[in-house]
C-alpha cells in the first residue's frame, strides 16, 4: 500500500510541473517549444533563438529566452529535437532543458499526422542566486 501512495504521489506532483513553461505572446515564431510534434511534420532542419523582454526599463520585468532545435528523420518518419530555457519575473527564475521525439503518419495527399512527447528537466528558484 505505501509503494502505491508513494508513486500516485510522485505522478501527482509530475502533474503540477507541465504547465511551467513561459509564456509568449507570439508563439508561432517558435511553434516547437509548445508542441514537439511539429519536429516530425516538418521537412528542415531549423533551429531558432528567441528573446523577449517585456516592460523594458522596469527592473524585475519579465526576461525569457529560449534556444530550439528538431531536425526529421524522413527514413524512419521521426522527428527528434530539444530546447533550452531560461525565464525570469522578478525573484522567480526558471531554468530548463527538454528532449522531445515525434512520430509522422504521410498521407498520399503529402499531408503528415503526427504525435510528439517531451521530457525535460526544470529548475525553479526564488531569489537572486541566478542572473
Not at 508513486?7 to 515564431?29: E, G, H, R, V
Not at 528523420?73 to 525570469?88: C, E, M, N, P, R
Request: glycine share 10%; hydrophobic share 40%.
Amino acid at each position: 500500500m505505501k509503494k502505491i501512495f508513494i508513486i500516485i504521489l510522485c505522478c501527482w506532483q509530475l502533474s503540477l510541473l507541465a504547465q511551467q513553461k513561459p509564456m509568449f505572446s507570439n508563439y508561432i515564431f517558435n511553434e516547437f517549444y509548445y508542441n514537439p510534434a511539429v519536429a516530425a511534420a516538418r521537412e528542415q532542419i531549423d533551429f531558432r533563438f528567441v528573446y523577449r523582454k517585456q516592460w523594458a526599463g522596469i527592473e524585475g520585468s519579465p526576461n525569457t529566452q529560449t534556444a530550439t532545435g528538431y531536425a526529421r528523420l524522413k527514413k524512419y518518419s521521426l522527428g527528434i529535437g530539444g530546447t533550452v530555457f531560461h525565464d525570469a519575473t522578478g525573484p522567480i527564475r526558471n531554468i530548463g532543458f527538454s528532449v522531445s521525439a515525434a512520430y509522422g503518419i504521410e498521407f498520399k495527399n503529402e499531408s503528415i499526422l503526427s504525435a510528439g512527447i517531451g521530457l525535460g528537466i526544470l529548475r525553479f528558484s526564488l531569489g537572486n542566486d541566478i542572473t
